[in-house]
């Protein structure tokens, strides 16, 4: 009788431990599932919160770094602005030409195209009233010209007053730089102090000749 009875006992206070520890544990949910609620909703909002963009707060790079310039081979460009030492702007032809002094409506823009389809580095475009081309060169961060040919038509209006100004300051480059940032832009600052801007267009390349091979750096 002794042994049951201790048996009994033991049994009872095994039961009583159980419970316990079932309501200290239940005791301890209660108070943690607050705070953990809360972690979990610091988190989402956490989460939700947009990336900052570095790019958008960073300076814009220098467009005189010698190696952008080395981006220009397969190029086309517009010149939209040109701005003469003294701060004052030239009048251009095209009617996408930007700044205080309007563009000449109804005349065609300045353009320069930098191609190496050939096997060779070759630039072409239509200097206000001709075509021009000629071989051109990138090298030590420098974008230059060779002797440049063209026809020979005579023409009056914007588009003959800038024409040989043009092709004349593709011979005195002293320093280029290439903007690659949205929108992007070449510019030309001559040994004059004018400055020259082309603004990037879309225009479709020639393919290349058969068995033609990339030009070589400096060429």
Not at 6 to 19: D, E
Not at 79 to 92: H, I, M, P, Y
Not at 166 to 174: N, Q, R, W
């Amino acid at each position: 009788m002794l042994k049951r009875s201790s048996h009994r006992l033991a049994g009872r206070s095994t039961a009583r431990q159980t419970r316990a520890s079932r309501a200290s544990l239940m005791s301890l949910v209660s108070r943690t599932a607050p705070l953990a609620a809360a972690t979990a909703a610091a988190l989402l909002l956490a989460a939700c919160k947009l990336p900052v963009h570095q790019d958008t707060s960073a300076p814009p790079p220098d467009p005189f770094n010698p190696a952008a310039t080395q981006l220009l081979d397969n190029s086309h460009w517009q010149l939209v602005e040109w701005k003469n030492a003294d701060g004052s702007l030239r009048s251009l032809p095209g009617a996408a030409a930007t700044g205080a002094a309007a563009a000449a409506p109804g005349a065609r823009p300045v353009t320069l195209d930098l191609s190496t389809a050939t096997g060779q580095r070759r630039a072409s475009g239509f200097s206000g009233c001709n075509r021009y081309t000629g071989a051109y060169v990138l090298k030590n961060g420098l974008l230059s010209f060779g002797q440049l040919a063209g026809t020979r038509m005579a023409c009056i209006g914007a588009g003959g007053e800038i024409e040989s100004a043009y092709l004349d300051a593709l011979s005195h480059i002293a320093r280029s730089g290439v903007q690659m940032r949205d929108p992007q832009a070449l510019l030309l600052v001559l040994e004059n102090g004018d400055r020259l801007t082309f603004a990037s267009t879309v225009a479709a390349a020639a393919p290349p000749a058969s068995g033609a091979q990339p030009a070589k750096q400096g060429e």
